[in-house]
């Protein structure tokens, strides 16, 4: 590895995944910091390099495995360390590429510098993995990079079994913090001017299993209850949420408490039942529709998104028409279309006694969708042009332009001033002060 001889030691990261990779890496960065290392931007010379690896798909991986010899070739001699989902879930394959140094565990994510303090050379790379199953702590992660909007994990793990996932494989059983340490974690992002909290993890409606605290028994709504009285937040987004986990009470509580939005994300995965049944999911289309009645009927204007599975190898040609029926006469706002990719060691790869779709028509499927899911979004834009909602405004800047959400997640932009950056404010949608970007969601 680099030899530390600066007089402050570097590192760089690289994250790939979902948003709950980035509040962890995000987490590892100020534990860098407090140990007196300077964060560089991935591919310039470090003295460590942490990537954090998602593999949610087959193509998730190659861009793991690719990403990793980036940067052993752009920084020789860096410390290498990869942690996360990929690094759990095929540790040999991680090890096996020349010039990593350490693998870890999602469960010994957490535990980096007790693992590796010394971060010195190895023969032989150092491969931390444990038995995930064992794993029942929770490690803490908050993602903020700018004074608008937080990032907090309140969840880890699944209990779950759906035959396409490995994130029960890659990230173990639910767990959580307790109420009061993410009512504390809230109060601190408050303070800092923050004005939004997203609230993350990988089932969040499994929060609190087994979680006691001052407030009692903890469960999902008991969260958002304690939540709603932390001072100086305007707005919590619920990231996404299971469709037999999002109850009438959760629904009924949102839409009566404003520092909660009018913007739900419940996946879906496909509008068959045979399909649904063949996933696992815990849910018929009867439910997920239910769901989005209710909400409306409580929220009329609230943005409802959907993540959607192609290629299943129980979706034949009239069950993906049936799916995709069925969300076309859904008023969603948009979905999230994933192509179906065998994943080692699922019920789906191993027991399912189905053909595999071939990949010309997953990825003709992939397209329908993703075509409707346009359509959508720029009927739900349209449909509020003419109509004020607040915006809470971003630092991000492009072409003399800054961006903001509406609290129904629609993406507005305006004329860039330094002095709205972090400002919520009602805006006229349509107008010079908030033009719609139809790339919102």
């Known amino acids: 590895m680099r030899r530390l001889e600066r007089q402050m030691p570097t590192v760089t990261f690289h994250t790939l995944g979902c948003k709950l990779n980035y509040a962890e890496s995000s987490s590892l960065k100020r534990d860098f910091e407090e140990r007196g290392y300077g964060v560089v931007p991935f591919g310039a010379a470090s003295d460590v390099t942490v990537i954090n690896t998602c593999s949610v798909t087959a193509e998730a991986d190659r ?48 535990r980096l510098f007790d693992i590796v303090a010394a971060f010195s050379p190895r023969q032989h790379t150092q491969v931390e993995v444990s038995c995930i199953g064992d794993v029942r702590t929770f490690e803490p992660a908050l993602l903020s990079d700018d004074r608008t909007r937080a990032f907090l994990k309140i969840q880890d793990g699944c209990d779950y079994t759906c035959s396409f996932c490995t994130i029960p494989q890659a990230r173990g059983l639910s767990r959580s913090a307790s109420i009061d340490q993410i009512v504390d974690q809230a109060r601190s992002i408050a303070l800092r001017g923050i004005r939004e909290i997203v609230l993350t993890g990988v089932n969040v409606g499994l929060y609190g299993a087994g979680t006691h605290d001052s407030n009692g028994a903890a469960d999902f709504l ?32 949102v839409a009566a408490t404003p520092a909660f939005v009018p913007h739900f994300h419940i996946p879906l995965q496909s509008g068959d039942d045979a399909v649904l049944g063949a996933m ?18 409580h929220m009329p204007d609230a943005a409802i998104g ?33 192509t179906y990719s065998e994943r080692p060691n699922t019920t789906a790869v191993d027991k399912l006694e189905f053909d595999p779709i071939p990949r010309p028509v997953r990825s003709t499927r992939s397209a329908c969708l993703r075509a409707l899911s346009s359509a959508k ?60 970007m139809h790339s919102a969601f």
């Open 306 to 338: 959907a993540d959607v599975i192609v290629g299943f190898p129980a979706e034949t040609a009239e069950r993906f028409e049936n799916t995709r029926l069925f969300l076309e006469d859904l008023p969603l706002a948009y979905l999230h279309v994933f």
């Open 63 to 110: 861009k793991c495995r690719q990403i990793i010899r980036r940067a052993v070739r752009s920084s020789p001699g860096t410390c290498v360390i990869v942690t996360g989902c990929y690094a759990q879930l095929q540790p040999e394959a991680v090890a096996a590429i020349e010039g990593v140094d350490i693998v870890l565990g999602s469960g010994e994510k957490g």
């Open 222 to 253: 008991s969260l958002l209850r304690q939540l709603a009285l932390v001072e100086g937040i305007a707005r919590y987004r619920i990231t996404s949420i299971e469709p037999n986990l999002l109850t009438d009470e959760i629904i009924e509580f």
């Open 377 to 436: 979004r720029s009927w739900f834009a349209r449909r509020h042009e003419g109509t004020v909602r607040p915006v809470l405004w971003e630092r991000s800047q492009k072409d003399g332009r800054m961006a903001g959400f509406t609290d129904n997640y629609i993406r507005l932009n305006r004329r860039f001033d330094a002095e709205k950056v972090g400002v919520m404010e009602p805006v006229l949608i349509g107008s010079s002060g908030g033009r719609i």
């Open 280 to 297: 696992r999911r815990r849910y018929q289309r009867s439910r997920y529709a239910d769901r989005i009645a209710y909400i409306l009927r």
